[in-house]
């Protein structure tokens, strides 16, 4: 995981809080390099992303983007703001629903971002400046558990946990996905050639009892020697079930 590290937090509030007009001669902003950024991140990995190569591909000198976006560092958090504000562009969170089905709608909003957006999942938060598009993702997201009965310290933690686990579960299955071969979706193939390796290796085949149990009914169900999607759906459920749990003392009117 990227640590984010190297950022001047009061330049970047500038940078992040800003309403600055394209360049007039350049025709290029804050907002037309930093969306450049993230679509060539999108397509070639977050390495892929330097100063020169944004330079180049918008027509300009490496010069001409400082003023726009400072440093690489600071140009990596613009990325991520933008693609914060875009989570709900196209899967909203109803209003006027069930807790449920809102905290769902999270769920698969910021499931769906992480599959558009892969290399976001390795950015670690640390403690990072909110800029106008993480700041509206999350008066979203703290509104849809708003007055079901958490309090606001609570809201807070279950919607860490639930991003957390969407974050976790998304960098797994993205990660069992560049290990396929292209148009591979199962795990049996790989599995059939080392697993008489592995079995000699290991020699005493009660030494994991429970692992190989598990691992085998696993395997037998999904075909995959790991199974992050459905981990993530099931993670989901369980979360949902601990809020319910949590609100259990609510009476049925009190229960948004």
């Known amino acids: 995981m990227v640590k984010r590290t190297g950022v001047g937090e009061f330049k970047l509030i500038g940078l992040l809080w800003r309403d600055a007009p394209a360049s007039p001669r350049k025709g290029i902003s804050t907002h037309s390099i930093t969306a450049l950024a993230v679509a060539l991140a999108d397509r070639e990995g977050l390495d892929a ?3 020169r190569r944004l330079a180049e591909d918008a027509g300009v000198t490496a010069m001409a983007l400082y003023p726009h976006i400072g440093g690489r560092a600071e140009l990596v958090e ?42 976001i999942t390795d950015q ?5 400046v909110p800029g106008p598009g993480a700041s509206t993702k999350y008066e979203t997201e703290l509104r849809a558990l708003d007055g079901i009965g958490l309090s606001d310290v609570e809201m807070e933690h279950a919607l860490t946990a639930l991003l957390s686990l969407v974050q976790g579960t998304a960098r797994a299955a993205l990660a069992a996905q560049n ?7 199962r795990d049996t193939d790989w599995w ?10 290991i020699g005493d085949q009660t030494r994991f009892p429970t692992a190989s149990r598990v691992s085998r009914s696993l395997g037998e169900e999904t075909g995959k020697a790991n199974d992050p999607e459905g981990a993530y759906q099931s993670g989901i459920g369980l979360i949902l079930d601990g809020i319910a749990t949590r609100l259990g003392n609510l009476t049925a009117g009190e229960r948004q």
């Open 78 to 119: 613009l990325m991520l703001d933008l693609v914060a504000g875009e989570t709900y562009r196209n899967v909203a969170v109803p209003e006027g629903t069930h807790w449920r089905e809102r905290v769902s709608a999270i769920a698969a909003a910021n499931w769906t971002s992480c599959r558009a957006h892969p290399w």
């Open 49 to 51: 992303v330097t100063i």
């Open 179 to 185: 290990s396929r071969e292209p148009g591979e979706d």
């Open 124 to 128: 670690a938060t640390g403690r990072p």
């Open 192 to 201: 059939s050639n080392i697993e008489p390796a592995l079995t000699a290796a």
